[in-house]
């Protein structure tokens, strides 16, 4: 069961999550610092690849 006490703290937190711009800015970095773990995935998988282009351009023209 909530108390008085619980329900005016969750609702503090609550109205500050909502309203606050810090909070905010907050929650976005998170966001930009998780979302960078999957582009680093994806800049790799792009080089490989290009290394593996020239590598076959390079045996296609020795032949």
């Not at 703290?9 to 610092?33: C, D, E, H, P």
Request: hydrophobic residues 40%; without cysteine.
């Amino acid at each position: 069961m909530k108390t008085p006490e619980n329900t005016s703290q969750n609702n503090k937190f609550g109205n500050w999550l909502k309203y606050s711009t810090t909070a905010r800015m907050l929650m976005v970095g998170f966001l930009v610092i998780i979302l960078l773990i999957p582009l680093s995935y994806i800049k790799n998988l792009i080089e490989e690849r290009a290394y593996r282009q020239k590598d076959v351009v390079n045996e296609i023209n020795e032949k």
